[in-house]
């Protein structure tokens, strides 16, 4: 049974939407796309070719997948580590709109997210990735099937836009399996699902 893992950035106050650009995610009026760009660096470069050098397939939310469709096909180099495996190996997307999806390898997955994305889990080897779609994110946390998280923490606070993990989300703790901080100051870290927190008290 293969491993879920969702590749998340987020802002220091837990916003995700729109690290990549000005238009890519503007709802409710968010108009600080491209947050994350001023920050790329090798050590970033690096940290995704690992995560990509692991997948089997990828899961997408339907705005990623449409972001992803528009400019990954055009990358054409086979040697390109993200590239050559978003382009190649099977795509599931969550979608109940998305019809006829026209990049190669890609499927289209109902509303049942528990059931549908357990039988993903089940036939996939080894890493079943969710890069970015933190709609989606949001809901398979919600559902306790996410197993590795890598956060990417940017250092900027934006005030505004959607975050990861908003008041309501699952109660839910996670064990540091590994992390890194880049020369531009990102904190890459990796969680594994813990299940429920569990809870003390200091004594005085």
């Known amino acids: 049974m293969g491993k879920?893992?969702?590749?998340?950035?987020v802002s220091l106050d837990g916003v995700y939407q729109g690290p990549g650009g000005p238009q890519e995610d503007t709802r409710d009026g968010f108009d600080q796309g491209g947050w994350s760009v001023p920050y790329l660096d090798d050590d970033f470069g690096?940290?995704?070719?690992?995560?990509?050098?692991?997948?089997?397939?990828f899961l997408l939310g339907r705005r990623t997948y449409d972001i992803f469709a528009a400019s990954w096909p055009k990358v054409t180099d086979p040697a390109d580590p993200v590239a050559?495996?978003?382009?190649?190996?099977?795509k599931y997307v969550a979608s109940t709109t998305l019809d006829d999806p026209a990049w190669a390898n890609t499927?289209?997955?109902?509303s049942n997210l528990a059931k549908e994305v357990t039988a993903l889990k089940e036939r996939t080897d080894g890493e079943l990735q969710v890069h970015g779609s933190g709609d989606l994110a949001r809901s398979l946390f919600a559902l306790d099937l996410v197993d590795t998280l890598h956060l990417l923490t940017?250092?900027?606070?934006?005030?505004?836009?959607?975050?990861?993990f908003p008041e309501g989300s699952t109660p839910t703790a996670f064990?540091?399996?590994?992390?890194?901080?880049?020369?531009k100051g990102v904190s890459v870290q990796t969680y594994d699902f813990a299940g429920r927190p569990t809870y003390g008290e200091y004594e005085l």
């Open 46 to 57: 690096r940290f995704v070719d690992g995560v990509f050098s692991r997948v089997d397939a």
């Open 84 to 90: 050559g495996k978003l382009n190649t190996l099977p």
């Open 154 to 164: 940017y250092p900027v606070v934006l005030g505004a836009g959607r975050r990861l």
């Open 107 to 110: 499927t289209v997955i109902g």
């Open 4 to 9: 879920l893992v969702v590749l998340t950035f």
């Open 175 to 183: 064990r540091h399996t590994g992390g890194e901080t880049t020369s």
